[in-house]
Structure formats: structure tokens, C-alpha cells
């Protein structure tokens, strides 16, 4: 059996009847867990409209300090899918940028390191902000 299955992109028309059948996978034993990958809240809200059976346990998407969406996060901590970035590193496209390569220079880091950093600090940031609330 897999452990996860997601569903990589939620294409309009089709992404709520993908789902379903990944439920009958998960019926028969064959997946453990269903994932979402890309989906923002009006897609989320679309499928779970649809009355699945299986609530997705996960949505990974970009996080990064590039794309930072704060509000998609808590959106679907809210909602208990835990929240997994991809393209944390945008690809290493962000290694260029001129603000992540003075921090990098100015602490002896590489942009990797910084980029990581961030996105680590931002997730420290939010956890504390909901021990507050």
C-alpha cells in the first residue's frame, strides 16, 4: 500500500472526482492517507462541499520567502491539514536576490541557509502567535 497519495494539482472539473477514487483506494486498503498538493482554500472548500468520505491530511505548497502566504497557512491549520512546503528554496532562484545575498554575506551563510532560516523563524513565529490566542 502507499502511505500518502496526493493529488498533485486540483484541475477544475475533475480534481473532486480524482479524489473520490482515491477514496475507493483507500477503502480497499491500498492507501493509507490522502494528501492535497496546490490547493487553496475555494478548492478545498469545493471538495469538501462534495461530502467526501476521507478528509485529506495534508496540503503541501509553495511556502518560501519569495511566496510567503500566511493567511493560506493558517487557513488550513484551522481546518487540521497539516501544512508542508515545497519549493522552499524557490528552486534556488531566490539565491540571486540581492537582499538574501547581503544577509547570506553578512553572516557567513550561504542563501540556502538563509532562505531556510527565514522560512523556519516564520514558522516559530506563528506557533507562538496561536499559544497566544
Known amino acids: ?3 500518502i497519495f496526493f493529488i498533485h494539482w486540483p484541475i477544475p ?3 473532486v472526482q480524482a479524489y473520490k477514487q482515491l477514496e475507493t483506494l483507500h477503502k480497499e486498503g491500498k492507501i493509507r492517507m490522502l494528501g492535497l498538493s496546490n490547493f487553496n482554500p475555494a478548492e478545498y472548500e469545493e471538495l ?3 461530502k467526501i468520505c476521507v478528509p485529506p491530511v495534508i496540503n503541501q505548497f509553495e511556502i518560501s520567502a519569495i511566496m510567503y502566504r500566511p ?3 493558517e487557513y488550513f491549520q484551522k481546518h487540521n ?3 508542508s512546503s515545497s519549493k522552499s528554496l524557490s528552486r534556488g532562484e531566490a539565491f540571486e536576490n540581492d537582499n538574501v545575498q547581503t544577509i547570506a554575506k ?3 551563510v550561504t542563501p540556502a541557509q538563509v532562505l531556510l532560516r527565514w522560512l ?3 514558522q516559530q513565529q506563528q506557533q507562538q502567535q ?3 490566542q
Request: proline share 0%; glycine share 4%.
Open 1 to 3: 500500500y502507499f502511505d
Open 81 to 83: 491539514v497539516v501544512v
Open 48 to 50: 469538501m462541499d462534495a
Open 130 to 132: 496561536q499559544q497566544q
Open 106 to 108: 553578512f553572516h557567513s
Open 71 to 73: 493567511k493560506m497557512i
Open 13 to 15: 472539473g475533475y480534481f
Open 120 to 122: 523556519f523563524q516564520q
